[in-house]
């Protein structure tokens, strides 16, 4: 079967900085695929490349067998992503964002209200359905983010720290959607440095570190015997495991 996100070779530079070197990963259709490292690990910059958002200066990336950069109209179509540090239209409301984006994706203007309609609501941003993005909160805008990403009934979700700033009840909400989403077929690649929150959703993770693969498999091949933070810490951790404290705040 034809894997729902296929990465070849990934490479990425910034100046002296090997922020991706080589990076190979295959998310197989109907996974809940989790994607775990430290800030500045990698992983943004993997999962950019991967949909298009940035260009790699070596490497490859496919959405079910089609290249992101020589066919990105059919390899986009399939994708839903939430980007760390989304930009909005901060002048429009939610349901705006929503008409606006559903419309640039060319799809009718019936279907576009009725499907705003039920994320708005499911995501409980119905009740800020006439505020104006810039008057939205962090997890408001992670909300609005989400229901963009799912506006045109993706195959694949590629989601960069979701949860972050989201309330737990909101977070509860989008855990059943996303759940739902898997269990009707589509596929989901999700970053995050919460490794309790990847264990609770994700069947498979790879850990990212500086811009290599550290270790990929199915949640429990990763793990083994121990917890994924724990196995975490063991790849990618410093080698010196004493206590740091400072000095001033002892008693």
């Given at each position: 079967?034809?894997?729902?996100?296929?990465?070849?070779?990934?490479?990425?530079?910034?100046?002296?900085?090997?922020?991706?070197?080589?990076?190979?990963?295959?998310?197989?259709?109907?996974?809940?695929?989790?994607?775990?490292?430290?800030?500045?690990?990698?992983?943004?910059?993997?999962?950019?490349?991967?949909?298009?958002?940035?260009?790699?200066?070596?490497?490859?990336?496919?959405?079910?067998?089609e290249d992101?950069?020589?066919?990105?109209?059919?390899?986009?179509?399939?994708?839903?992503?939430?980007?760390?540090?989304?930009?909005?239209?901060?002048?429009?409301?939610?349901?705006?964002?929503?008409?606006?984006?559903?419309?640039?994706?060319?799809?009718?203007?019936?279907?576009?209200?009725?499907?705003?309609?039920?994320?708005?609501?499911?995501?409980?941003?119905?009740?800020?359905?006439?505020?104006?993005?810039?008057?939205?909160?962090?997890?408001?805008?992670?909300?609005?983010?989400l229901a963009?990403?799912?506006?045109?009934?993706?195959?694949?979700?590629?989601?960069?720290?979701?949860?972050?700033?989201?309330?737990?009840v909101s977070?509860?909400?989008?855990?059943?959607?996303?759940?739902?989403?898997?269990?009707?077929?589509?596929?989901?690649?999700?970053?995050?440095?919460?490794?309790?929150?990847?264990?609770?959703?994700?069947?498979?993770?790879?850990?990212?570190?500086?811009?290599?693969?550290?270790?990929?498999?199915?949640?429990?091949?990763?793990?083994?015997?121990?917890?994924?933070?724990?196995?975490?810490?063991?790849?990618?951790?410093?080698?010196?495991?004493?206590?740091?404290?400072?000095?001033?705040?002892?008693?």
């Amino acid at each position: 079967m034809t894997p729902a996100l296929e990465i070849s070779g990934l490479t990425k530079r910034f100046g002296d900085k090997l922020a991706a070197d080589a990076i190979d990963l295959s998310v197989p259709q109907g996974s809940f695929f989790g994607l775990v490292g430290q800030n500045g690990a990698g992983k943004t910059t993997t999962l950019s490349m991967a949909v298009g958002m940035l260009r790699p200066d070596g490497g490859s990336a496919r959405i079910f067998g089609e290249d992101v950069w020589s066919a990105p109209g059919r390899a986009k179509a399939m994708v839903g992503v939430l980007p760390d540090g989304l930009a909005m239209p901060e002048r429009l409301t939610g349901r705006e964002v929503l008409t606006y984006l559903g419309l640039l994706r060319g799809l009718d203007k019936d279907v576009v209200a009725r499907r705003a309609g039920e994320l708005l609501a499911v995501l409980e941003l119905d009740s800020a359905e006439k505020t104006l993005v810039v008057e939205y909160s962090t997890g408001m805008r992670k909300k609005i983010g989400l229901a963009t990403a799912l506006l045109h009934a993706p195959r694949l979700l590629v989601l960069d720290e979701p949860f972050e700033a989201v309330d737990p009840v909101s977070a509860a909400t989008i855990k059943t959607i996303l759940r739902g989403f898997v269990a009707g077929g589509g596929s989901i690649v999700l970053s995050s440095h919460v490794m309790a929150l990847v264990e609770q959703l994700c069947d498979r993770v790879a850990v990212i570190d500086k811009g290599t693969v550290a270790a990929a498999g199915t949640l429990d091949e990763v793990r083994g015997a121990s917890s994924l933070e724990e196995t975490f810490v063991a790849l990618v951790g410093e080698q010196d495991n004493g206590v740091k404290e400072l000095s001033w705040l002892s008693r």
